[in-house]
């Protein structure tokens, strides 16, 4: 294969903030997540990085593909920075909110882009890495993936459209995934709806390299079939073996009525199952369900963001946000002490208060 130049953009918002390199190699953006020390977590300079970078590819005639992309082989992108948005809400200023309007604008962006945009989704990919990835027109797992919307372990919900994605999923399994936040492999995401396809990690570079010598105007027509080509058989997917339980037990409109659902079925993926929402907020775990079904009921993307942002101006006056955070990523003891602690504690009124609409809706 042909020597290729790789050069640099040039735009000021990139060249100060080093944690989102953003280079042209040939045909291809690339956009490389760089903070790998932090399992390439995502700032609100980060975010305010890639969205330049689209938009400086997208108007670039010379770009045919974007390649986004993480530093190091641990992880593409572990989600957002939540200490910042736990330190936002504690001390009252306005970096939180200005994070997620930021956070859900590129997502709807990265879901509506006019060119080929290919995530490479190799490692830990969880919160904000899946709404990077899962909402672009090409998404490539590996063996290395693990795959989670683990936000009701730290007292959130499933957010970044995450509520537009999970119920698009076979039967219940978006249901399973953003009750649990249970991590998933390659062929779990395949059969989720949430990836395309898997490439082997140590083929990643032979792939970025063909995508960037693929001619500007054939890129529309052949990204698809060069993922496919390099591509290789995912293996057995655990949900789709255990479709038919996540079916029976996950159907249902209430919390209460999945644990008992659970309880009936033997086996140990439904003891697991029951036993991992155990340890979450039980608050999260009622919103997390509202939210999903009213996403299931969506026409659009934009929809669901804007739900969900208004969720997220409530989420900051609560007790277990705070409590979740702590325990999992300040204190570290892992021992999250929720209020109230039970599913039958919660009211439904203080639920309903997370779906009233958010003051200034999302302009997309």
């Not at 962006?109 to 995530?119: D, G, L, S």
């Not at 899962?134 to 995450?162: C, K, N, Q």
């Not at 079925?265 to 919103?287: D, M, N, Q, V, W």
Request: hydrophobic share 40%; charged share 25%.
């Amino acid at each position: 294969m042909r020597m290729m130049m790789t050069k640099e953009i040039d735009m000021p918002e990139l060249t100060e903030q080093r944690d989102v390199v953003v280079e042209r190699r040939g045909s291809a953006g690339i956009i490389r997540l760089n903070r790998s020390r932090a399992l390439n977590s995502l700032t609100l300079e980060m975010i305010r990085s890639i969205a330049a970078a689209l938009d400086e590819f997208a108007l670039d005639s010379a770009t045919a593909t974007v390649i986004v992309l993480g530093d190091g082989d641990r992880g593409f992108c572990a989600g957002g920075d939540i200490r910042v948005l736990h330190e936002s809400g504690r001390t009252g200023t306005d970096i939180a909110e200005t994070f997620w309007r930021e956070e859900f604008r590129l997502n709807h962006r990265i879901a509506t882009y006019p060119k080929p945009y290919v995530a490479l989704m190799d490692g830990i990919t969880m919160g904000g890495g899946v709404g990077l990835s899962s909402h672009g027109r090409h998404r490539v797992v590996t063996e290395r993936t693990r795959l989670a919307m683990p936000e009701t372990g730290i007292g959130y919900f499933p957010d970044v459209g995450a509520t537009w994605l999970l119920p698009r999923a076979p039967g219940e399994t978006g249901i399973w995934m953003g009750l649990t936040g249970s991590a998933i492999n390659a062929a779990d995401a395949i059969y989720a709806g949430l990836a395309d396809v898997r490439v082997a990690s140590f083929q990643l570079p032979e792939l970025i390299e063909t995508l960037a010598e693929l001619p500007r105007n054939a890129a529309f027509r052949d990204v698809g079939s060069l993922l496919k080509n390099l591509s290789d058989h995912p293996g057995d997917s655990e949900l789709k073996r255990n479709g038919d339980l996540i079916q029976r037990a996950f159907h249902f409109g209430s919390v209460e009525e999945i644990y008992g659902a659970l309880e009936n079925e033997a086996g140990e993926f439904a003891a697991e199952t029951r036993r991992i929402l155990l340890t979450r907020s039980p608050t999260s775990l009622k919103l997390a369900l509202r939210l999903l079904r009213q996403g299931g009921q969506s026409r659009t993307l934009a929809e669901c963001l804007n739900r969900e942002l208004g969720a997220c101006m409530r989420i900051l006056n609560t007790p277990d946000f705070y409590e979740g955070i702590r325990a999992a990523i300040i204190d570290k003891d892992r021992n999250p002490k929720w209020h109230p602690a039970t599913i039958e504690a919660v009211d439904q009124a203080a639920v309903d208060v997370f779906l009233q609409p958010a003051s200034r809706p999302l302009a997309l």
